[in-house]
């Protein structure tokens, strides 16, 4: 049982390109988000998504896209990266809404120079 | 004025002293409440839930003042692998955020030998 694992660990990239970050859970859990986490600040929800198929906006979704085809896997995907979007990101899964206990994987560090 | 408000710290704190840290929430309306434990450049963990009649868990102790909107965590006897940033997280810390969690920025505890 891995939990939730995240690729890769960490990425530098070039203003402009684009990358998925990818995130799967063995868990069975229904929910699963993704969070940035800057210096200084909290973790901020980019998206969120409650089964299969469905995804919804966060708090700071804007450069950022999802997808959800299986109940494992729920991809980050960044178009056109900008230094704004330098960061970590983690990727969490529950298997109730909103529950306390969130299951995060261990982060990409991403670097946009 | 943000939703969860932290002292960033670092708290520094001898082997075996106690420590104590604050948390404030803006919605009076907030759901639940928990601290999560993140150590350095690691994923973020529950650490535990905060009950209105306060909780014990071993040497971590979680209270919840509702009518000042803040909650706190002491750490009796602290030891060397308490080390690390402590995040508030409140359930609907916002109007529009029912059934999700925000996380403040984390008070940074280094324990000293």
């Known amino acids: 049982n891995a939990g939730v694992t995240q690729t890769p660990k960490f990425r530098i990239l070039k203003i402009g390109q684009s990358m998925t970050l990818q995130c799967t859970q063995d868990m069975n859990h229904n929910y699963m988000y993704w969070y940035r986490q800057d210096p200084g600040m909290g973790l901020k929800l980019i998206y969120y998504?409650?089964?299969?198929?469905?995804?919804d906006k966060g708090e700071v979704p804007n450069g950022y896209n999802v997808s959800r085809s299986t109940t494992e896997d729920f991809p980050l995907r960044l178009e056109l990266a900008a230094p704004s979007q330098t960061s970590v990101y983690f990727c969490?899964?529950?298997?109730?809404?909103?529950?306390?206990?969130?299951?995060f994987g261990p982060g990409t560090r991403l670097l946009v120079l | 004025r943000k939703e969860v408000e932290q002292d960033p710290g670092p708290f520094n704190v001898p082997e075996g002293a106690t420590v104590a840290f604050n948390c404030t929430y803006s919605n009076s309306a907030s759901q639940s409440f928990f601290w999560y434990r993140q150590d350095c450049r690691k994923e973020p963990k529950l650490l535990m839930s905060?009950?209105?009649s306060g909780n014990e868990d071993g040497r971590f102790t979680a209270q919840l003042n509702r009518a000042s909107q803040y909650i706190s965590l002491l750490i009796r006897d602290s030891k060397l692998s308490d080390s690390a940033t402590y995040l508030c997280v409140v359930k609907g810390a916002t109007t529009d955020s029912w059934g999700k969690l925000q996380f403040g920025a984390g008070t940074q505890v280094v324990v000293t030998p």
């Open positions: 998504s409650v089964g299969a198929g469905i995804t």
């Open positions: 969490a899964s529950s298997y109730h809404a909103g529950e306390e206990t969130q299951y």
């Open positions: 905060v009950y209105s």
